[in-house]
């Protein structure tokens, strides 16, 4: 911009080819064609590779192994109370969300839960597979840098 800031003002009001009325005048654009024409794309392309890069090897890998984890749960569960897939994810979801506890409204939904031996056994069941976080699941690459 600093290039041709010489050669453009405002001026009398015409009509262009494409039939839009401008009163913006540029007296390179011959010039300045190539540059519109064929802009400088490769930090974009960098940071949009490596975006997809990101996604491909750390965010997909997480997808994954919760899909993985939750099917495991959903298994484990399973071995304690019977229902569809639906309800059980709902259980392992309400459990992994309250601090590994059945809340009144998840017994509310779910009377069994009421028995807490069974609770336990199904709390129990969520937390071998969702308890604490192995180091592998810290994958963030520092490398990434947004732009």
């Not at 940071?47 to 890998?61: A, P």
């Not at 259980?91 to 590994?100: A, G, L, P, Q, V």
């Not at 028995?115 to 308890?131: M, Q």
Request: glycine fraction near 4%; include cysteine.
């Amino acid at each position: 911009m600093l290039k041709y800031q010489e050669n453009f003002r405002f001026g009398i009001q015409y009509t262009c080819a494409d039939g839009i009325r401008s009163n913006f005048h540029f007296d390179s654009y011959d010039d300045a064609l190539p540059t519109w024409r064929y802009p400088d794309l490769t930090q974009q392309s960098e940071y949009i590779g490596d975006v997809i890069r990101l996604t491909i090897e750390v965010e997909m890998r997480k997808e994954a192994r919760l899909l993985r984890d939750i099917e495991r749960a959903r298994d484990s569960v399973k071995n304690h109370l019977e229902g569809p897939n639906a309800d059980i994810d709902q259980i392992i979801r309400s459990i992994r969300e309250n601090d590994w506890k059945v809340s009144n409204k998840l017994v509310k939904a779910f009377p069994p839960l009421a028995d807490p031996h069974l609770a336990n056994s199904v709390i129990d069941a969520v937390r071998d597979v969702f308890g604490p976080q192995a180091p592998s699941d810290s994958l963030v690459d520092s490398k990434f840098q947004g732009p």
